[in-house]
Nanobody, 128 residues
Framework: QVELVESGGGLVQAGGSLRLSCAAS????????VAWFRQAPGRDREFVAG?????????RTADSVKGRFTISRDNASNTVYLQMSSLRPEDTAVYYCAAGQSPIDPRVVSDQRLYRHWGQGTQVTVAS
């Protein structure tokens, strides 16, 4: 069983930065796929960035945040981070951390159906 706890959300002005954390327990983050998703009010949940693990780890980032958001992880603390810079009002959403139960092909890392474990989410609000 994997438990994921997100933190780091909050209110920030447009152009600002935030770093989200996803603390995992129950299994080492280096040995499974972990991703960040977000859901804005009235919209479907969408992929943001992730590590696809299938023997080795491949990083993927959504085009909408590429160059502004960076996913990283600290194996020692079993934590995955999402560094967000140049934030825009359209980045406002609840951000979720998710972990896959089985190896995930990097080509489908954005498919949320492949993730079995989810955190409770953390709210990010970007003011214009």
């Amino acid at each position: 069983q994997v438990e994921l706890v997100e933190s780091g959300g909050g209110l920030v002005q447009a152009g600002g930065s935030l770093r989200l954390s996803c603390a995992a327990s129950g299994r080492a983050v280096s040995r499974y796929s972990v991703a960040w998703f977000r859901q804005a009010p009235g919209r479907d949940r969408e992929f943001v960035a992730g590590f696809a693990w299938r023997g080795r780890t491949t990083e993927r980032t959504a085009d909408s945040v590429k160059g502004r958001f960076t996913i990283s992880r600290d194996n020692a603390s079993n934590t995955v981070y999402l560094q967000m810079s140049s934030l825009r009002p359209e980045d406002t959403a609840v951000y979720y951390c998710a972990a896959g139960q089985s190896p995930i092909d990097p080509r489908v890392v954005s498919d949320q159906r492949l993730y079995r474990h989810w955190g409770q989410g953390t709210q990010v609000t970007v003011a214009s």
